[in-house]
Every structure is written in C-alpha cells, then in structure tokens.
C-alpha cells in the first residue's frame, strides 16, 4: 500500500480519500475547512494543515477541487512539501486550454502531472464504480493505471494530449446536465396534463434513448441531416408543449424553440430535426 494525499475533502474528495483508506492505503488529506478533513478521522484519514504538510512523502497526490484558479492556489501552497517522485493526479472539473497550460508548465518544472476527472458521485467513489479519465504522458499513466483502477469501474486512458480528458468531462457533463434540464421539462408537462409524475418517468422507459445518440447523433456528427422527422413538423410538437405548459417556468424548450426558428428561417425547416446540430459540423 502507499503513502497518498488528497488535496479537497468536499463531497467527491471526502469520498476518495474514504474509499483509499479502506484500501489500505495511508491517506492524508487538507482542506481547508479543516472540520471536513476531521470527519474522515474514523476512517484513519490523517488531517494536515497545509496543502505541503499534506504532501510530504507522498507518492500519488490526489486533487480534488473547485476550479483551476483553486487548483493553481493549493498546487502552489503544496509544492514545498512536494517530492520529486510524487505523482499529482488531478481529478478537478477544469477548463481544457488551463489545463493544457498547466501540464506544460508542470512537465517544464518536474512535477509529475496527470489530469484524470470523473464521471462518479461521492457513493460510486466510495465503491469503486463510476468511470475515471486519464490524460498526459503514457508512460506515467501506466505508472499508476493499477492505482486508478481500484479507484472506479472504469478507467479509460483518453491519450497524451494533456487536454484530453478535460474536453471529454465537458462533453459528458453537457450531456448529463442537458438531460436533466430537458427532464425538467418533461415533469413540468405532465404536472401540467395531470399525469403522474413517477408516470411520466416510467414513459421514458420506452424509449431507447442509447440508439437515438447512436443513430441521430451519429447522423449529426457527419453532417447527414436527411429527414426522418422534419424540423417543421418538431417544431410544430414544440409549440404544442409550450402550450400545454402554460406560463409554468421551462429549462430547455423555449430555447430550442427559438433556435429551430431560426434554422427554419435559414431555409432548414425540411431537414431532419438533428439539423439543431448544423453549426457543429462546420469548418470552423
């Protein structure tokens, strides 16, 4: 087993740490509401009180923060304590063009770095499933790919480009946060056609929405834009749920109502209603 830290106890850090200490590992941890760090205690978390206290000795360091501003602040506080041979394993939500900076100005001065984000809540992550994201040097990644592993379901080594892994959490969170606004919606119009709210999510259970990614959106992703279901005609079923929702506040639907209107002033109304993806294939 080894010495690691985690720099952010927050809820997915807490986690972490929990899960790594139950492996066997000796975990230290900062944060900087130190209260969160003590609560860790039952599970042999040790609290330090600084990021380079936390740090030392360390062969894997975990960070587990806010934002890359946040995540500059704590590397920089940690690096006095920081050993030559330590590993930084980065599992913060950042910008891709940050965190491609950071890694360059990281490899330049020494320090071992690999961004690696999650797809997990805290519950996953003190069970080992979810899927985790690894991007930077290969030979560094299979340094610690059996380490990461027994961190999650699913490792998945995205490639050398430092921003890899970075782009692909934006890709997934996109996709998790659209579906919940769009869930949103859905509630919102059954509440408003008096339909059972557990109804309504069971409805969804019709629908395969794993072949209509890999079929319509595979059809996006190569410009083919052939109608199967008109935008017209979508945007036309638009309307109706607007309506039916009344003046009841809506997350996504006015919005795409107002962007398949200007498709079809643009002259796409006979085009499938994937058409809403137009602009993503084009040369930029």
């Known amino acids: 087993m080894s ?18 200490a139950k492996r066997g590992d000796t975990v230290r941890a900062w944060n900087r509401s130190p209260a969160k760090v ?16 936390a740090v030392r000795d360390a062969r894997r360091v975990h960070i587990v923060l806010k934002d890359d501003m946040v995540v500059e602040e704590v590397l920089a506080a940690a690096r006095g304590g920081l050993s030559p041979d330590a590993v930084v394993i980065d599992h913060t939500t950042t910008l891709p063009a940050l965190t491609a900076e ?23 992550a003190r069970n080992a499933q979810g899927t985790m994201m690894a991007a930077g ?6 340094s610690v790919q059996s380490d990461l592993a027994a961190m999650t379901g699913r490792l998945e080594y995205m490639g050398e480009r430092a921003d890899l892994a970075a782009a692909n959490k934006l890709l997934g969170n996109a996709m998790i946060i659209g579906v ?35 079929g319509r959106g595979a059809n996006m992703a190569r410009g083919n834009f052939a109608p199967s279901f008109e935008l017209t005609m979508a945007r036309k ?8 929702a009344g003046d009841r506040p809506m997350a996504a639907l006015p919005a795409i109502a107002a962007r398949m209107d200007q498709l079809i002033a643009a002259g796409h109304g006979a085009d499938d209603c994937c058409v809403l993806g137009v602009d993503a294939v084009r040369p930029t």
């Open 102 to 124: 950071r890694a360059d100005r990281l490899k330049a001065q020494g320090v071992k770095y690999l961004h690696c984000p999650v797809f997990m809540g805290p519950a996953a």
């Open 180 to 214: 919940a606004a769009v869930m949103a919606d859905v509630l919102t119009l059954a509440q408003a056609s008096e339909v059972a709210l557990d109804d309504a999510v069971k409805l969804l259970g019709l629908l395969d929405l794993n072949a209509m990614v890999a």
């Open 38 to 53: 003590l609560a860790l205690a039952p599970f042999g978390v040790l609290a330090a009180a600084s990021p380079a206290e």
């Open 137 to 142: 040097p290969r030979a560094l990644f299979d």
């Open 237 to 244: 079923d638009v309307r109706l749920m607007l309506e039916t």
């Open 3 to 20: 010495n690691i830290a985690f720099l952010g106890t927050g809820l997915l850090g807490a986690a972490l740490a929990e899960a790594a």
